[in-house]
């Protein structure tokens, strides 16, 4: 198999030690590289393969010297099969529409973002971000990305009201879920889980075989949740392997 060789050699950098948002009493360090605007597409398939996760025109992974609880893991979605609880997740948000629109960001998605952040990661290092950062978050890239949109039926005909928002980039091998964000009051629909059994039936819709979920943090509650989809591969010293 050919490999892609960037136009240009990619200069990796480390970030200086943090606390750690995800496990207390641990620090976290990153490197991270960015991407290039002519070759970004092929570069961020290629990084993303390798355990990689883009903010921006940045891809970065964990490099923390004491500790490997974060993993890289993707669903393989040819052996997927839907269980039956998350066939009910699925037709709990059966009313849902579902819009792929292009990455440009809207006052609405914004005003949702804002809403989802102070209930549910409240003094995070996001809540801070301005209109301007939103803004940079969806539409600085070089790569194929594109926004999901989920909407509440509307009585008029209209648009439904927003309550969900997937930005996700479309990998040569698989849908990259880059970030996701829900409206806090419709935690009864499970839309964090929603959002990637959507994902899951979008990606054998059209034959891609990979849903990759970013990094699972062993032993942080906000992660847990990606584990409970099975089959789960996990990125190791070995390459890819099924997750036990």
Same mark, same amino acid.
């Given at each position: 198999?050919?490999?892609?060789?960037?136009?240009?050699?990619?200069?990796?950098?480390?970030?200086?030690? +943090?606390?750690?948002?995800?496990?207390? %009493?641990?620090?976290?360090?990153?490197?991270? +590289?960015?991407?290039?605007?002519?070759?970004?597409?092929?570069?961020?398939?290629?990084?993303?393969?390798?355990?990689?996760?883009?903010?921006?025109?940045?891809?970065?992974?964990?490099?923390?010297?004491?500790?490997?609880?974060?993993?890289?893991?993707?669903?393989?979605?040819?052996?997927?099969?839907?269980?039956?609880?998350?066939?009910?997740?699925? +037709?709990?948000?059966?009313?849902?529409?579902?819009?792929?629109?292009?990455?440009?960001?809207?006052?609405?998605?914004?005003?949702?973002?804002?809403?989802?952040?102070? +209930?549910?990661?409240?003094?995070?290092?996001?809540?801070?971000?301005?209109?301007?950062?939103?803004?940079?978050?969806?539409?600085?890239?070089?790569?194929?990305?594109?926004?999901?949109?989920?909407?509440?039926?509307?009585?008029?005909?209209?648009?439904?009201?927003?309550?969900?928002?997937?930005?996700?980039?479309?990998?040569?091998?698989?849908?990259?879920?880059?970030?996701?964000?829900?409206?806090?009051?419709?935690?009864?629909?499970?839309?964090?889980?929603?959002?990637?059994?959507?994902?899951?039936?979008?990606?054998?819709?059209?034959?891609?075989?990979?849903?990759?979920?970013?990094?699972?943090?062993?032993?942080?509650?906000?992660?847990?949740?990606?584990? %409970?989809?099975?089959?789960?591969?996990?990125?190791?010293?070995?390459?890819?392997?099924?997750?036990?």
């Amino acid at each position: 198999m050919t490999r892609f060789v960037p136009q240009r050699q990619l200069r990796f950098y480390m970030t200086s030690v +943090a606390p750690c948002p995800y496990l207390p %009493g641990q620090t976290e360090r990153k490197v991270f +590289a960015n991407l290039p605007f002519s070759d970004g597409v092929h570069v961020n398939d290629e990084l993303t393969q390798a355990g990689f996760r883009r903010s921006q025109n940045i891809a970065y992974r964990p490099a923390c010297e004491s500790c490997d609880a974060c993993v890289s893991v993707r669903i393989p979605t040819g052996q997927f099969a839907f269980s039956r609880s998350q066939r009910r997740v699925l +037709a709990r948000n059966g009313d849902l529409s579902r819009d792929l629109v292009e990455a440009e960001a809207t006052t609405e998605q914004f005003d949702l973002l804002r809403r989802y952040l102070a +209930a549910r990661h409240p003094g995070g290092g996001m809540t801070g971000m301005g209109w301007l950062d939103y803004v940079a978050m969806v539409e600085d890239t070089a790569v194929r990305t594109h926004l999901i949109e989920y909407r509440l039926p509307s009585p008029d005909g209209g648009p439904g009201d927003l309550v969900g928002v997937c930005l996700t980039d479309l990998l040569s091998d698989g849908l990259s879920m880059v970030y996701s964000f829900f409206d806090p009051d419709q935690e009864a629909r499970s839309p964090g889980r929603f959002a990637i059994l959507d994902h899951v039936r979008q990606a054998q819709a059209v034959g891609l075989p990979y849903v990759y979920l970013g990094y699972w943090v062993r032993g942080s509650e906000k992660m847990d949740y990606k584990a %409970g989809f099975r089959p789960l591969e996990q990125l190791t010293r070995l390459g890819w392997r099924a997750l036990p």
